[in-house]
C-alpha cells in the first residue's frame, strides 16, 4: 500500500527554471510551496505566477521570507536590529499572502528560508521574533522549522501551531543541525539516497547523520530545494518509491 507524505519545496525564486518549464513540473510532485518573499531571489512577476499556479493545482502555500541578501541568496546572516528584521518580516509575510487571497487563496504556512531559518532554529531571540510576527499577521498560519530545534520548541511555547521539518537532500550533524552546504556532503544529489534518508525517517524515526551517529527524528513535512539542480528527480523518486 502507498504511503502519504508532505513534501514541501521553495519557489519562486530563478526566473529561468520557470521559463523552461521546470518548476512547474516540480510542483506537480510536491504538496506545499514556499513562495520567494523577493528579498533573496525572485520578482515580482515571477512570485505572482508561482502563487497563480499553485493555487491551479491545490498546494498549501506559504511564505518564505529571508534576510535582505540577493548576492548571497538569502544564505548569510545580514546584520540589522531586531526592529528592522520585524519590520521586515511582517512587510514580507503580508506581500505574499495579499497576492495568495488576491488570486482566492489561502496563505497556509510560514517558513523563514536560509540563514534566517538556521538563526531561528539556535537563536531563542529569532524564532520569538518570528513566530511573534507569524501570530500578529494570522494566529492560525503554521511555522515551518528545523525538526527538533531549538526553535521549534520556542514556537510550541509561544502557541503557534508547528510543523517540524525534515530534509530530504542535505545532510544532518551529530547535534541534528544541516551540515553546512559550503562542506563537503552537504548535499544530497541522488534521488535514491534522498528517498532512503526520508524512508529511515518514516519507518524508524531516525536518520544517519554525516559522520555516522543515529538522530532521532520525526517530520509533519520534507522538504526538497527548488533551486537544486536535480530537485525534480528527487521528488519523482521518492514519491514514486512510497
Not at 519562486?12 to 506537480?28: C, H, Y
Not at 541522488?190 to 536518520?207: C, D, G, I, W
Request: aromatic residues 6%.
Amino acid at each position: 500500500m502507498a504511503r502519504s507524505i508532505n513534501i514541501n519545496c521553495d519557489m519562486g525564486e530563478i526566473q529561468d527554471s520557470w521559463d523552461s518549464g521546470r518548476d512547474k513540473a516540480l510542483l506537480g510532485h510536491v504538496d506545499a510551496v514556499n513562495v520567494c518573499c523577493g528579498e533573496h531571489a525572485g520578482n515580482h512577476l515571477l512570485i505572482e505566477e508561482t502563487i497563480k499556479y499553485a493555487i491551479e493545482l491545490g498546494l498549501q502555500i506559504g511564505a518564505h521570507p529571508s534576510y535582505p541578501d540577493r548576492e548571497n541568496f538569502g544564505r548569510n546572516v545580514i546584520r540589522i536590529s531586531i526592529e528592522e528584521l520585524k519590520d521586515l518580516l511582517k512587510e514580507q509575510v503580508s506581500y505574499i499572502k495579499n497576492l495568495v487571497e488576491k488570486h482566492g487563496g489561502k496563505l497556509h504556512h510560514v517558513k523563514p528560508h536560509g540563514a534566517l531559518y538556521n538563526e531561528a532554529a539556535l537563536n531563542l531571540e529569532v524564532a520569538a521574533l518570528v513566530a511573534d510576527v507569524t501570530k500578529e499577521i494570522d494566529d492560525n498560519l503554521i511555522l515551518f522549522g528545523l525538526a527538533q530545534s531549538k526553535g521549534v520548541a520556542k514556537y510550541k511555547e509561544l502557541g503557534l501551531k508547528v510543523w517540524q521539518e525534515v530534509f530530504a537532500d542535505r545532510t544532518y550533524e551529530r547535534d541534528g543541525s544541516l551540515r553546512n552546504r559550503k562542506l563537503e556532503g552537504a548535499l544530497i544529489l541522488e534521488p535514491r539516497k534522498a528517498f532512503e534518508q526520508v524512508n529511515t525517517v518514516l519507518e524508524r524515526s531516525e536518520l544517519v547523520s554525516y559522520s555516522g551517529e543515529i538522530i532521532e527524528i520525526s517530520g509533519d513535512s520534507f522538504c526538497i530545494h527548488g533551486d537544486a539542480e536535480n530537485a525534480l528527480e528527487i521528488a519523482q523518486f521518492i514519491k514514486g518509491e512510497l
